[in-house]
């Protein structure tokens, strides 16, 4: 068993993908998908479900690791940002060298801060520098480093 993938669902699946590529160096995993029909709408419970998307490699893990999976329904229901403490999926997070210049990369690339970065010893683990923030879409993102 392996984990596989994370999925986004995205109002511009184009503009989302870019700024995860352009933000955290994730690469494009052809082919662009285009999904429909009766074996889609039985695997996801939904009416005349139509999609298209991409899957992003993820750094740091090879060529064969898991993919940030960002698609785009022909029809989506909406929902409020989710905040830190709403139950069920959070975030996604990303380890890096530098918090304050990726958070930078981040809002110059379309995101928004969230939270304000913190640093804090966690004992028998080392010093955690952290901070939330939202990509384009309000997704949450924690960006956070490990000395």
């Known amino acids: 068993m392996r984990f596989a993938h994370?999925?986004?669902?995205?109002?511009?699946?184009?503009?989302l993908a870019n700024f995860y590529m352009n933000t955290f160096d994730c690469k494009l995993v052809p082919p662009v998908r285009r999904q429909s029909g009766e074996w889609l709408d039985q695997g996801t419970g939904l009416k005349n479900a139509q999609l298209?998307?991409?899957?992003?490699?993820?750094?740091?893990?090879?060529?064969?690791?898991?993919?940030?999976?960002?698609?785009?329904?022909?029809?989506?229901?909406?929902?409020?940002?989710?905040?830190?403490?709403t139950r069920g999926f959070g975030h996604i997070a990303f380890e890096v060298d530098h918090v304050e210049h990726v958070l930078q990369t981040l809002i110059q690339n379309g995101g928004q801060a969230f939270g304000q970065i913190t640093e804090k010893e966690v004992p028998g683990v080392g010093r955690i520098t952290f901070v939330y923030a939202r990509d384009p879409e309000g997704n949450l993102i924690e960006l956070q480093s490990w000395k």
């Not at 994370?6 to 503009?15: L, P």
């Not at 893990?61 to 940030?68: A, D, I, R, S």
């Open 6 to 15: 994370t999925n986004i669902i995205s109002a511009n699946w184009r503009e």
């Open 52 to 85: 298209e998307g991409v899957h992003l490699l993820l750094p740091g893990h090879g060529n064969y690791g898991p993919t940030l999976e960002i698609y785009q329904y022909r029809s989506i229901d909406e929902r409020e940002a989710v905040r830190p403490n």
